[in-house]
Antibody, heavy 119, light 107 residues
């Protein structure tokens, strides 16, 4: 069965960096584009970034553009989100999401990993 | 960015009731809309895509309708297992955006 497991969350100071990972299994990872989506405490969902199946195409929300970078290692079935210059407003649960072939929405989500940006 | 306005923000209904949640887009998105169910501590689950197509494995009491700017999610016969927050999402264009969510509880 499809599984997406995020890791790497934790408490980090403002201005510092953190890298999240998403381990994929149960499907051919290299066939699928992948999203990152986040949810701040008490808030709704916010799309963060997408990467194409081969990692050549990437798109970002304006709120993270220039600070976050998504990448993937198809040989190890892993998606990454490198987060630099973190701000308090980046505090959220971060989810990796498998994008479907026929549209831009996602069909499987991980359970999420919490990132807290605080001094 | 396309804004999605979801209503109500919360509702309480009895087991067996018919429940309707609406999602309005700030501009036309054809049928590029998905609905998700989100339970605490888990990742959201896809219920409906392309506005009205039921995702495989989702109970048939869930249905979606609409096109353009106005969409609805209906639960025909609310069950205790349906207690969750429901989100709509547009995938017509980037940035993908979500509605504010509707928290569904049992009365």
């Amino acid at each position: 069965q499809v599984q997406l497991v995020e890791s790497g969350g934790g408490v980090v100071q403002p201005g510092k960096s953190l890298t999240l990972s998403c381990a994929a299994s149960g499907f051919t990872f290299s066939d699928y584009a992948m999203h990152w989506v986040r949810q701040a405490p008490g808030k709704g969902l916010e799309w963060v970034a997408v990467t194409s199946y081969d990692g050549r195409y990437r798109n970002y929300a304006d709120s993270v553009k220039g600070r976050f970078t998504t990448s993937r290692d198809n040989s190890n079935n892993t998606l990454y989100l490198q987060m630099n210059s973190l701000r308090a407003e980046d505090t959220a649960v971060y989810y990796c999401v498998r994008r479907v072939f026929t549209g831009a929405h996602g069909d499987y989500w991980g359970q999420g990993t919490l990132v807290t940006v605080s001094s | 960015a396309i804004q999605l306005t979801q209503s109500p923000s919360s509702l309480s209904a009895s087991v067996g009731d018919r429940v309707t949640i609406t999602c309005r887009a700030s501009q036309g998105i054809s049928t590029a809309l998905a609905w998700y169910q989100h339970k605490s501590g888990k990742g959201p689950q896809l219920l409906i895509y392309d506005a009205s197509t039921l995702q495989t494995g989702v109970p048939s009491r869930f249905s979606g309708s609409g096109s353009g700017t106005d969409f609805t999610l209906t639960i025909s016969g609310l069950q205790p297992a349906d207690v969750a927050t429901y989100f709509c999402q547009q995938f017509d264009s980037y940035p993908l955006t979500f509605g504010g969510g509707t928290k569904v509880e049992i009365k």
